[in-house]
């Protein structure tokens, strides 16, 4: 199905097309190019340009350039601009303009592109619903995953994140949303921003690219001085407020939450009455994201109730929480353990989150080494927590859930506060790099375990995931 012609892509951008094509895809990455994409050299750590070559041998339709490359021929079929950036991003704002998409943007400090999978979930049983399929929350990412969005798409979710204080507002106003989501604010982007309440006013900017109806949805357990900073700019637009949470004056509020065993059983009172459904993994912040995605289903006109059981489709994606099974020797029964991998990012608040969904699993004595199996929690460091990152990462060892955790591995000179702050009995291993730890997994876990690993993804804590996996013969959850 054609996404873009070459006269249409060339209206939208104002860049002049030296042949005629038509694409089914847009591509930044020819490691991922399907044939029929347009693709777009963007300039990053390398220039896109010296790929254009490389994107025609796998199939592209065109390439977006601002000049042809010495090494594409005089033929090939380009899409010629002043810039590519602002190519790509009028390309995203013209796909926005022609559709009639009910569109979700989502951002927050912890939980966005899980809760962007929670909608694409049931969202897609509702109707034509497009997200990006990676976590394309940026200056390029939005507009890229606005420009491959079919003109007949029903529903869009569209992740919206930040690095610096800014960048969130132009973003939301390409997007348009009819309703803007929250997730939670916490303590993240602290190095560049300075306080929560800064966090939240920089995350609340997502309602100036509300739509004339849209609607604005956010966490109603944060404390009042930063919903201040979050209702604000929502009431300023005049569009209706809605929170989640557990508090008893949220439109949907949580009144009980079970974790089993890789399972979340959720009660809440919503517009629609009470409701009770299941997530199909283990995790209180899961259940708060889904009360969040609910309210935002709700304003986008779709069936809440529907939304609700289908709730169970969804899993974490890799990296946030996914579960799977590592069998050590599949020969012996029970030689296996539990991984959790939730390696792509973390900060307090979502650490916190993560130590309550190990403490929800009961281990497997008698089939390892240790005869006892362990919760066991492999940590690299929180990134971007400004001057109390260390005092960040102590407090930790305080969270009522570390009681339940038996042996704690860390990784980075930061993790060392926390090492340092727990008792005797529970460190395990400290190392200053995660290769270092990467290097032994044998001596950091056994059979019957149950494992998290997580960290920034800047502490390549990803790489002792990895390490774990290759102890064994890896299954299914």
């Known amino acids: 199905m054609a996404l873009w012609t070459a006269g249409e892509a060339a209206t939208a951008t104002g860049g002049v097309a030296t042949s005629e094509f038509t694409a089914t895809g847009v591509s930044i990455d020819t490691r991922t190019l399907q044939p029929g994409d347009l693709f777009v050299a963007l300039t990053a750590d390398r220039d896109g340009h010296d790929f254009v070559a490389s994107a025609f041998e796998a199939g592209a339709a065109a390439a977006l350039v601002t000049h042809r490359p010495e090494d594409v021929p005089a033929s090939a079929p380009l899409l010629i601009v002043p810039d590519v950036l602002q190519a790509l991003e009028a390309l995203g704002r013209a796909a926005r303009a022609r559709t009639q998409a009910r569109v979700l943007g989502i951002t927050g400090s912890v939980g966005k592109t899980s809760a962007k999978e929670m909608a694409r979930t049931v969202l897609s049983a509702q109707g034509r619903t497009h997200a990006a399929e990676a976590s ?67 995350k609340a900017s997502i309602y100036e690219g509300l739509e004339e109806d849209g609607a604005a949805i956010f966490d109603g357990d944060l404390p009042v001085s930063i919903l201040t900073q979050l209702e604000g700019p929502a009431w300023a637009t005049g569009c209706p407020v809605y929170r989640f949470g557990a508090n008893p004056t949220c439109h949907f509020c949580l009144t009980d939450v079970r974790l089993t065993e890789g399972r979340t059983i959720v009660q809440a009172d919503t517009p629609a009455g009470q409701l009770t459904y299941k997530l199909d993994t283990a995790g209180r912040h899961f259940a708060m994201n889904s009360l969040g995605i609910l309210a935002a289903v709700q304003a986008l006109g779709g069936d809440l109730v529907r939304a609700a059981m289908d709730l169970a489709r969804w899993q974490p994606p890799a990296g946030r929480g996914a579960l799977e099974t590592v069998t050590l020797d599949p020969a012996t029964s029970g030689e296996a353990l539990l991984l959790l991998d939730d390696a792509f990012n973390a900060n307090p608040a979502s650490l916190a989150a993560a130590l309550e969904v190990l403490a929800s699993y009961t281990p497997t004595d008698g089939v390892g080494r240790t005869v006892r199996g362990r919760r066991v929690a492999i940590l690299g460091d929180m990134l971007e927590l400004g001057a109390e990152e260390m005092a960040l990462h102590a407090a930790i060892a305080d969270s009522p859930f570390m009681d339940e955790v038996h042996l704690v591995h860390c990784a980075g000179p930061r993790m060392r506060a926390l090492y340092e702050a727990l008792p005797d009995d529970k460190r395990g291993n400290w190392a200053q790099t995660a290769d270092e730890l990467a290097a032994m997994p044998s001596r950091l876990v056994d059979a019957g375990d149950v494992v998290l690993v997580k960290g920034s993804k800047g502490s390549l804590i990803s790489r002792v995931v990895d390490a774990v996996r290759k102890l064994g013969h890896r299954d299914a959850p």
């Not at 569209?158 to 997730?183: F, K, Q």
């Not at 604010?185 to 309440?197: F, R």
């Open 136 to 202: 394309y929350n940026n200056h390029w990412g939005v507009p890229l995953t606005l420009a491959r969005m079919p003109a007949d798409t029903e529903f869009a979710v569209i992740e919206i994140g930040m690095n610096a204080p800014g960048e969130i507002a132009p973003l939301s106003r390409m997007a348009r949303p009819h309703v803007g989501l929250i997730t939670t604010i916490a303590a993240a982007h602290l190095e560049a921003l300075g306080s929560l309440e800064a966090i939240a006013t920089e």
